[in-house]
């Protein structure tokens, strides 16, 4: 029991550690600034941080949500980032323990969690974490060869339809990120789990949006980008149950 608390408690960690890096993605991407060579600073007075001031959810809160020398409060959406991708990344763990399919579906949710947020504030998903998704999905190919079809047919049953739709509609139906997205995902998931995903997704927008326009009373344009992140997740980690229950209670044997 000790041993698999500590490997939690590793990989919430680590898990934080990446959503740090992840809240500066989610902030210079949507700006086009460099990510990778400029210091991290206040985004108010410009103070460049320091490391003490960088560890991941613990600054935020002994700071108590403020910069160091403006004094100037800093988003919760930094602790909120760090600690769900902390959290999913133990439920992945818990689930597939120590794994190479661990791996993908952690970096897969924070690539998820990021994108979301991004597409939420901008209505753009960016290119970069498509890409990156499909190379997880390469990588899932490579270490599940007997299952390639699956995969490769992943790619194409939920994005092909998608593509029509948008050159189509020339775009005003679906995003062209959310094709790709929802690609990217097949070649990681398979074609099973993937269907289910988007129509997860597709759901869990079609109850939450309304939601969302009628409490705040504005005409919201919709990012489809975190309800299908949404429904992408939990084909991850209830999927396999779904489809085992439904299809079995059709006399269908899944897998």
């Known amino acids: 029991m000790l041993p698999m ?3 939690y408690i590793i990989v919430f960690l680590y898990g934080i550690i990446i959503g740090s890096f992840l809240n500066v993605l989610i902030y210079r991407i949507p700006k086009k600034e460099n990510f990778v060579r400029t210091r991290s600073h206040c985004m108010n007075c410009g103070y460049q941080l320091e490391w003490f001031d960088l560890v991941p959810l613990f600054s935020w809160l002994a700071l108590g949500g403020k910069c160091r020398k403006c004094k100037t409060k800093i988003s919760v959406q ?7 991708n902390g959290v999913l990344y133990v439920a992945v763990f ?3 323990g120590f ?3 661990s791996l993908l579906y952690c970096l897969l949710f924070s690539a998820l969690l990021a994108l979301s947020v991004i597409d939420f504030r901008t209505y753009e998903i960016p290119e970069g974490f498509n890409f990156f998704i499909l190379a997880l999905g390469a990588i899932r190919v490579i270490c599940d060869l007997s299952n390639w079809l699956d995969y490769a047919i992943g790619l194409l049953a939920v994005s092909a339809v998608l593509a029509i739709i948008y050159y189509v509609t020339n775009g005003a139906a679906i995003g ?3 094709v790709k997205l929802m690609g990217a995902s097949g070649l990681l998931l398979g074609w099973k789990l993937n269907i289910l995903a988007f129509c997860v997704g597709c759901i869990i927008g ?9 409490v705040s009373g504005e005409d919201h344009q919709l ?4 309800y299908l992140a949404a429904g992408i997740a939990l084909a991850v980690f209830v999927g396999d149950l779904f489809l085992t229950w439904y299809l079995g209670s059709m006399g269908i044997a899944y897998k």
Not at 78 to 84: A, D, I, K, M
Request: neutral net charge; without cysteine; proline residues 9%.
């Open 78 to 84: 930094y602790p909120l980032v760090e600690g769900l």
């Open 5 to 7: 608390v500590l490997l």
């Open 99 to 101: 794994s190479v399919e």
């Open 94 to 96: 818990a689930k597939y």
């Open 206 to 214: 079609a109850i939450i949006h309304p939601i969302r326009m009628k």
């Open 176 to 178: 062209g990120g959310d």
């Open 223 to 226: 990012a489809m980008g975190p």
